[in-house]
């Protein structure tokens, strides 16, 4: 029997590569040839977020699609919030070959400081078709940030020159 042919061959060589260098760059390179280790707290993959102001409020989506609820956490603890949990690969997966796979599997964790002084009480969380919004009642506030003076100690005209080698 002949060995089937993936048709999308030329095209997901490309796109493989640009997964690969992603997932290089924000999870360290693997051995070559070694299967994927188990993802963690560390390696979790991230969800798309969004995070925006409604009037006073500050509301921030993650898209978790094929999450069930009952895997999500969501923690509060010295003005940061945790999103985390799991998502389970299909278990029709298992017989699957996969052509292209793109969609992340295992551990996952969105980190996101809120705004100072905000309280536990404030923050209320729903989940709807895979998407969790958090509303942070009066999170939107002006930012009370002070200006501090630069001191510029250089005396004259400060210039760089610039070498040729030999």
Known sequence: ?????????????????????RSVGLHGGAERGTEPTERTHAS?????????????????????SGVDPEDVDLRFTHGVLTVSGTRSPDLADDTAEFLIRERFYGEFRRV????????ADQITAEFED????????????????????????????TSRKVSRGS
Do not use: C, H, Y
Request: hydrophobic share 40%; proline share 6%.
């Open 44 to 64: 979790a993959w991230v969800p798309a977020t969004d995070i925006l102001a409604q009037g006073d409020d500050l509301v921030i989506r993650v898209e978790l």
């Open 112 to 119: 996101i400081t809120l705004p100072d002084g905000t309280d």
């Open 1 to 21: 029997m002949p060995e089937r042919r993936n048709p999308f061959e030329g095209v997901t060589d490309f796109f493989s590569e640009m997964a690969r260098m």
């Open 130 to 157: 895979g998407l969790v919004e958090i509303t942070v009642r009066n999170g939107v506030s002006p930012s009370d940030s002070t200006k501090i003076a630069l001191a510029d100690k250089s005396e004259g005209v």
